[in-house]
C-alpha cells in the first residue's frame, strides 16, 4: 500500500492499492492519518474583493485556526467516533452547538460545520464507482447525514485514485438539491508533501445551477 499526504483545511488522505476498500475503511484511514500531522501554514479565504487571512497550525489531533480583525481563533479536535469544534478566548473554550455550525465564517459561503469536518464521521457511507475530476480517475462516495443538525442532507466526495487527494465535495440540501459544492483547483508540494493550493467554494441556488457566491480557500507556504 502506497500512501500520498495531501490537506483541504488540514485534511489528510490516503492513497489505496486496488482492491478498492470499503467506504468506512477509506473514512477511518482517513481520520487515523489527520489526527498523527504536524503542520503550520498561512491560509486566506477570499470572495470578491475581500479576503480573510487565516493561520492554521496543526499537533497531532488538534488543528487551530487563527483569524484577525476581529480576533478569533477556532480549535478542531480531532476524535476516534467524532470531531469538536471550541471557540477559543482567553477565558477558555466553548465548544459550538449544532445550531451556530450552519453559520457562515465572515460572510463567506464556508460554515464552522464545513471546517469541522462532520461527515467524515458519518455511518452510513458507500462506494458509488468512478469518476474524472479535473482528468484525475476518482472514487466517488456518499456520505448520509445521521439527523437533520447538518445542513446537509448527504454529501458526495471524489478521492483521487492515484494520490489520495480530496477533489471534490457536493453537498445537497434536505430537499435533495445541490446547495455547495468544493472543488480542488490547484495543489503544492512544500517540503516533500502534497498541500491545497487553491480549492474553489460555490454556493447554488437549489435547484438551479446559479452560483450565488464563489469562495477561494487559499493556502501559501
Known sequence: MRKLVAIYFGLTVWTF????PSAKDILASVRMMESRQQIDLQGQLRQDNVVIPFHLVQNGPVISYSFANPEEVLQLRLGENSSRLDLVTGGGSEQFAASKLKQKIRGTGVTYEDLAFKFLYWQTARVLGEESVRTRNCWKLQLRAPSRDSQ??????????ASGALMRMEGYDWNAQLAKRFEVVSAQKIEGRWFLKQMRIEELQPGTSHVLSRTYLEIKR
Request: aromatic content about 14%; proline content about 7%; glycine content about 0%.
Open 17 to 20: 492499492a486496488e482492491p478498492l
Open 152 to 161: 446537509y442532507s448527504n454529501v458526495l466526495l471524489w478521492v483521487d485514485k
